[in-house]
C-alpha cells in the first residue's frame, strides 16, 4: 500500500467523484470510482496515473452512454459555432488568471502608451462553473470544442480542444451540471 500518494495520482482520483451526477448515472461511475481508489492505494508508479488516466476516459465513455440510454438511445446533438456552454475550470487555468490579476492589482495599470492591458475581476477558483462561447468545433464524432470561457471581468480563458464532461477542463451542456 503506497504510504502517500503522487500529487498527480491525487488530483486524478478528484476526476472520478460522481455526487454532483443524477442517481441513474451515479450508480454507473461508483464503481470505476471505488477502482480507482483501490488502484491508488495499492500500486505505486507513473503508471497508476496513466492507468488512472485510462479509467477516467472508461468512465466519461460509461456515463455517457448510460446519459443517451436515458435520453431514449437519442445522443444529444454536437454544439454549434456561437452556442454558449459551461465550462469547468481546471486548478492551471485558476491559477494563471488569477496570476494575472495580481500582477495588474501589485503594478497598476501602466503607462497609456505601452499597449499593456490590465487583466482585473473577481478571483477563478478551481472547479468554478463558467459560460464559454464555442468558437470551433472540432470532428463531430469526438465532440471537442475551442472555447472563449468568459470570466468575471474584463478578460477572457481561451480553452482549446475540450471534451464534453463534467470534471475541471470539460463543457457541458447548459443546466447539465448544476
Known amino acids: 500500500m503506497a504510504a502517500e500518494l503522487h500529487p498527480a495520482v491525487a488530483q486524478m482520483l478528484g476526476n472520478f467523484r460522481y455526487d ?15 477502482l480507482a481508489h483501490q488502484l491508488a492505494e495499492t500500486l505505486t508508479g507513473p503508471e497508476v496515473t496513466k492507468g488512472l488516466d485510462a479509467l477516467w476516459a472508461a468512465k466519461n465513455w460509461a ?12 445522443a444529444p446533438p454536437a454544439p454549434a459555432v456561437g452556442d454558449v456552454v459551461l465550462y469547468r475550470v481546471t486548478a492551471d487555468e485558476a491559477e494563471a488568471t488569477n496570476r494575472r490579476r495580481q500582477d495588474f492589482q501589485n503594478n497598476g495599470p ?11 475581476g473577481n478571483w477563478v477558483q478551481e472547479g468554478d462553473l463558467l459560460p464559454a462561447v464555442v468558437v470551433q468545433v472540432h ?3 469526438t465532440v471537442t470544442c475551442n ?32
Not at 454532483?20 to 471505488?34: I, K
Not at 456515463?63 to 437519442?74: E, I, K, N, P, R
Not at 472563449?148 to 480553452?159: K, M, P, S, Y
Open 110 to 120: 501602466g503607462d497609456d502608451h505601452t499597449g499593456f492591458i490590465a487583466h482585473f
Open 139 to 141: 470532428a463531430e464524432s
Open 20 to 34: 454532483h451526477l443524477p442517481a441513474n448515472l451515479q450508480e454507473v461511475s461508483r464503481p470505476f470510482h471505488d
Open 63 to 74: 456515463v455517457l452512454a448510460a446519459s443517451t440510454a436515458a435520453l431514449g438511445g437519442a
Open 147 to 178: 472555447l472563449q470561457v468568459l470570466l468575471d471581468g474584463n478578460d477572457t480563458l481561451w480553452a482549446t480542444s475540450r471534451a464534453e464532461g463534467t470534471a475541471a477542463g470539460q463543457w457541458s451542456r447548459k443546466g447539465a451540471t448544476r
